[in-house]
């Protein structure tokens, strides 16, 4: 249980303060590559809760505190379980107080909720959940990784395309939830009607009114784009125009036509947004066509979404790992094992309990507000780091969130910040991000290591060969 309307957690600051300040920079190797694989709705107690001392180090609960005080044992639920739990920016105020607090979705009739539902992890009784333990015992495991945002999905790809969700460059005010219809196109091919949440400084929902989800300020893929020379970049969503396809709700990028049917800029016309078909990353790979920053976007079946999964999401990651780590040296020479950083990590909580409270929540200290206040940090997610030059069972303590993602990638490439930093409200979370550092602590060796396969019951040829599934990642 965690107080309502923390405003800092003066330990979890202390040790932020402290870790900054012992993790001083460091060589990184220079990768050609970097690629970010974002699964769905997850926190690290619910996904690596069967064994939660799979690994020295890791910082895993096996039971919960509820609202009433009372200690709860966290219980297997099968990762393809058939309800949702409630993820939005209220039901992150709610789980301040008591994760038993978050209202709970049954998708479809039949579907028996158990008790407690909050406090469960993915049951792993059949080796289901098992390449995700791999992944962390033979790469990199991060005990501190949180959401940027305190809110769903269409503000946390924000997040991790552009470092904000705000509508403007210097606008004080965030995008907080989903937008207010489902099922419907997303982004600047939205209809006219739909609007999504803002929320101000203060953290409240209610201040301004919804706006359309369409928006103009800068994304890293700006700053990749602006690099002499030019650094190649492609986005992998299984739809055009769905909250989880985040270059969709920028106006420069997308260029709607007329009537916001479709993105009509050139990044959608040359292939940088790839909409229609998310496991052509892996076809991408297997041909040496791999950009040098790459997000890929899960489809329904195997984005781990609660109540939407079908259980493939551990398998689908191995594919992406495991497809790089032995694709054949393409080429000009490159072998992508060698050089490439592969970053895995989950769009928001879902809803689930975790043991470790946000760092810091910012309930505006300043006054006016500063950047980030009344809307960061979240709650933790996972993220598994995984290179040539990252060494085995490495477990990190280190606070990061999405901001370190993007300010890991500009460092590797030599870019500059994606905001202005003329304002309060311009220094986007790569800005932020500096004082946690690029992730340098998952790249201490001094030379490539070996790839180690992780085992999985699906291969990419099996993706790549399965029909897609028509369904969003979420249904939300």
Not at 179 to 195: F, R
Not at 204 to 212: A, I, L, M, R
Not at 296 to 312: C, F, Q, T
């Amino acid at each position: 249980m965690y107080s309502p309307k923390l405003v800092i957690g003066c330990l979890a600051l202390t040790s932020w303060l402290m870790a900054s300040a012992a993790n001083p920079a460091q060589a990184v190797p220079a990768f050609k590559h970097v690629v970010i694989v974002f699964q769905e709705n997850r926190t690290p107690d619910n996904i690596f809760g069967s064994n939660p001392t799979f690994e020295p180090g890791v910082d895993i609960a096996s039971s919960g505190v509820n609202s009433k005080g009372q200690v709860i044992p966290l219980t297997p639920l099968p990762l393809d379980d058939c309800y949702d739990v409630g993820h939005s920016h209220t039901s992150f105020e709610l789980a301040l107080q008591g994760a038993d607090l978050v209202p709970i979705i049954p998708k479809g009739k039949g579907c028996q909720v158990p008790a407690n539902p909050q406090f469960k992890y993915a049951d792993n009784s059949t080796g289901q959940m098992q390449p995700y333990f791999d992944i962390a015992t033979n790469y990199g495991f991060s005990n501190r990784m949180f959401q940027t945002n305190q809110g769903p999905s269409f503000p946390a790809h924000q997040f991790i395309f552009g470092g904000t969700s705000a509508p403007t460059t210097n606008s004080p005010l965030f995008a907080s939830s989903n937008l207010s219809k489902k099922h419907i196109s997303a982004g600047c091919l939205a209809p006219p009607h739909v609007t999504v949440q803002v929320i101000d400084g203060y953290g409240s929902e209610t201040s301004n009114p919804p706006v359309y989800p369409c928006f103009e300020h800068p994304t890293l893929t700006d700053l990749l784009e602006s690099a002499s020379p030019t650094i190649s970049w492609r986005y992998y969503s299984p739809k055009p125009g769905t909250i989880w396809n985040a270059p969709n709700a920028i106006e420069h990028i997308c260029q709607p036509n007329k009537r916001h049917t479709r993105c009509e800029g050139e990044d959608w016309k040359n292939g940088n947004v790839s909409p229609r078909h998310s496991r052509k990353a892996l076809q991408d790979i297997e041909n040496c066509h791999l950009q040098e920053v790459t997000w890929v976007i899960p489809g329904a079946g195997e984005s781990d979404h609660a109540g939407v999964n079908k259980g493939a999401g551990p398998a689908w990651v191995a594919s992406i790992v495991n497809a790089i780590g032995q694709q054949k040296t393409c080429a000009g020479g490159d072998t992508y094992w060698n050089d490439t950083a592969i970053i895995v990590t989950w769009d928001d909580w879902g809803g689930w309990f975790d043991h470790v409270p946000p760092f810091a929540i910012n309930i505006q200290p300043n006054s006016p507000p500063a950047w980030g206040d009344g809307y960061t940090y979240g709650f933790r997610v996972p993220m598994l780091v995984v290179s040539a030059y990252t060494q085995a069972g490495i477990v990190s303590n280190q606070i990061h969130d999405f901001g370190s993602i993007l300010y890991f990638i500009e460092q590797n490439f030599h870019l500059g910040f994606i905001g202005p930093g003329q304002t309060i409200y311009s220094n986007y979370a790569d800005y932020q991000a500096q004082s946690r550092g690029a992730l340098q602590e998952f790249f201490t060796l001094n030379a490539p290591r070996k790839f180690m396969p992780i085992p999985a019951k699906m291969t990419a040829r099996d993706f790549i060969n399965e029909p897609e599934s028509k369904e969003d990642p979420d249904d939300d």
